[in-house]
């Protein structure tokens, strides 16, 4: 038997520097966010256009309804007509013309700058949303009613969380009974614990003005956020099936008039504001999508706008969401591989377990649909990180496991390198013709560094050993974790005076 330890003898520097250099984190973080999806393509060239060819006959021949005024009369204005039934219709080549001019890439800007990304094309990025009114409360380990130190503690906790590449609020303030309070308190939120890319939602177009002051502050004077905007906005104008929603339209015209990107939501639900079929469901949602493109279209065309056709599902039998569903996962992927098809920057949604608690059916809820939806190569991936309870409910510890769920499927997104130093010819005959192992061999070591990813939460340890360290679960695991970044990471991304401005002209709670 080889004696592996007189092997290794005598290399610069001992075993004791060896096994400290393996234990520590590679170098290079062998899977960043940002790798690039698309492999997986549930749906075949003819029913890429199939779907594509139905949505548009729905645009030209059924169309829109419920048109607010202002809208309506811009829709005219780009080639849109009245139908005989009250409603709007798009001709194909209205449909057509809004995509070729619509925004394929953007950045979505951090107020550090080093964390601002790019949506379009195929790369992948890891996120945030929803509008939990419950939170998985760290000391009960049940539920109880969302509040504003609730929403504070989860931005500091996935500012730390390197694969949250951009932050939408994941729970709503439900002591902030004022909506205007609220949408101020949640973008204050924001703003004083986190740097990367944000969103938010406005109750009401009135609302924007305001906040948009706010952010003028923390980005360094009037003005200077719409010229570098770090945070969007997430707005549902399209109601399934097949109408516009007046409040919400009117946000658009806001965020448009101070330069806010946006992420156009529609959030259909087969067989009940869509059809249960799988086809059908995703030839109306891609029609409803597109009449918000063509609203940007009208008003502003090639405004930045995600694509965000996120198709939900229900059971049908009982009514309750199924976000945790194969149907979900097949169905936003679907959706991701239409909208790369089509070229536009692409949102869905993943992760959206049914579990309430940090179980086995949370693990592969979340490891099945966010897998598919990085696959498909969705650009930005939304309820990825902290929900739970269909998204009724948001946990901290769901936080920092799903950040590392994410990492291994970024690994799996990065794929293999083939290459002839990766192919090992000469390291297969060294191991073969001397120690019979490739323990400690340079090719190992530097694969090591490279191309193998090593969780902090995952468990890999023997039986005996785990039962030793106190047979803990991953629940458990993921609760100390995130005590020790609550305790630690207290980020004050706004300066006293710019804090103190703030304060002096909203209601901060």
């Known amino acids: 038997m080889t004696d592996i330890s007189k092997m290794t003898s005598g290399r610069s520097g001992g075993r004791a520097q060896r096994l400290k250099k393996r234990a520590a984190k590679p170098n290079i973080n062998p899977c960043s966010p940002g790798q690039f999806g698309g492999m997986y393509k549930p749906l075949s060239q003819p029913d890429l256009e199939n779907i594509f060819d139905t949505a548009l006959r729905l645009l030209s021949e059924l169309g829109m309804g419920e048109i607010p005024n202002r809208l309506r009369q811009d829709l005219l204005t780009a080639g849109a007509q009245d139908s005989e039934a009250g409603r709007?219709?798009?001709?194909?080549?209205?449909?057509?013309?809004?995509?070729?001019?619509?925004?394929?890439?953007?950045?979505?800007?951090?107020?550090?700058?080093?964390?601002?990304?790019?949506?379009?094309?195929?790369?992948?990025?890891?996120?945030?949303?929803?509008?939990?009114?419950?939170?998985?409360?760290?000391?009960?380990?049940?539920?109880?009613?969302?509040?504003?130190?609730?929403?504070?503690?989860?931005?500091?906790?996935?500012?730390?969380?390197?694969?949250?590449?951009?932050?939408?609020?994941?729970?709503?303030?439900?002591?902030?009974?004022?909506?205007?309070?609220?949408?101020?308190?949640?973008?204050?939120?924001?703003?004083?614990?986190?740097?990367?890319?944000t969103a938010t939602s406005f109750t009401l177009a009135e609302y924007v003005a305001p906040i948009v002051k706010m952010l003028d502050i923390a980005a360094g004077g009037k003005g200077a956020f719409s010229k570098r905007p770090f945070m969007k906005a997430h707005i549902s104008p399209v109601i399934s099936p097949m109408r516009y929603g007046e409040d919400a339209v009117d946000v658009v015209y806001e965020c448009i008039k101070h330069n806010i990107p946006m992420s156009c939501i529609t959030a259909a639900q087969a067989g009940a504001t869509a059809p249960a079929t799988m086809a059908g469901f995703l030839a109306q949602s891609l029609a409803e999508t597109l009449a918000s493109l063509i609203m940007i279209h009208a008003i502003k065309p090639g405004y930045p706008m995600v694509f965000s056709n996120w198709p939900l599902v229900v059971d049908l039998r009982t009514g309750a969401f199924a976000g945790g569903s194969g149907e979900s996962a097949l169905l936003n992927a679907a959706s991701a591989q239409l909208s790369n098809w089509i070229g536009l920057p692409s949102g869905v949604a993943c992760s959206m377990t049914d579990a309430k608690a940090i179980d086995a059916q949370y693990g592969a809820e979340k490891g099945l649909t966010s897998l598919a939806a990085a696959l498909a190569g969705g650009n930005l991936i939304y309820e990825s990180s902290g929900m739970t309870a269909s998204l009724l409910g948001a946990s901290f510890e769901a936080f920092v496991l799903d950040d590392e769920m994410h990492s291994n499927t970024y690994r799996i997104l990065r794929g293999i390198e083939v290459s002839e130093e990766n192919l090992g010819f000469d390291a297969i005959n060294k191991a073969v013709l001397g120690p019979g192992h490739f323990l400690g061999g340079a090719h190992t070591i530097s694969a090591m560094e490279r191309d193998y990813f090593y969780p902090s939460l995952a468990d890999r340890i023997e039986p005996q050993s785990w039962a030793e360290n106190g047979a803990k679960s991953a629940w458990a695991v993921a609760t100390e974790r995130v005590r020790g970044i609550l305790a630690k990471h207290h980020p004050k991304y706004l300066s006293s005076d710019q804090d103190a401005m703030i304060r002096s002209q909203f209601k901060i709670l």
Not at 94 to 99: N, Q, R, S
Not at 133 to 151: C, E, I, K, N, W
Not at 185 to 190: D, G, Q
């Open 88 to 197: 709007v219709v798009f001709p194909r080549s209205l449909t057509e013309d809004a995509i070729a001019k619509a925004a394929k890439t953007f950045v979505l800007h951090g107020r550090d700058e080093t964390r601002s990304i790019e949506v379009g094309g195929s790369k992948v990025y890891f996120g945030t949303g929803g509008a939990a009114v419950q939170t998985l409360d760290l000391d009960s380990g049940t539920y109880r009613p969302s509040t504003l130190a609730d929403l504070h503690n989860f931005t500091r906790l996935q500012d730390t969380l390197a694969n949250v590449s951009w932050y939408t609020r994941c729970c709503v303030a439900t002591d902030v009974p004022s909506n205007f309070d609220l949408d101020v308190n949640t973008a204050y939120a924001l703003l004083l614990n986190t740097t990367k890319p």
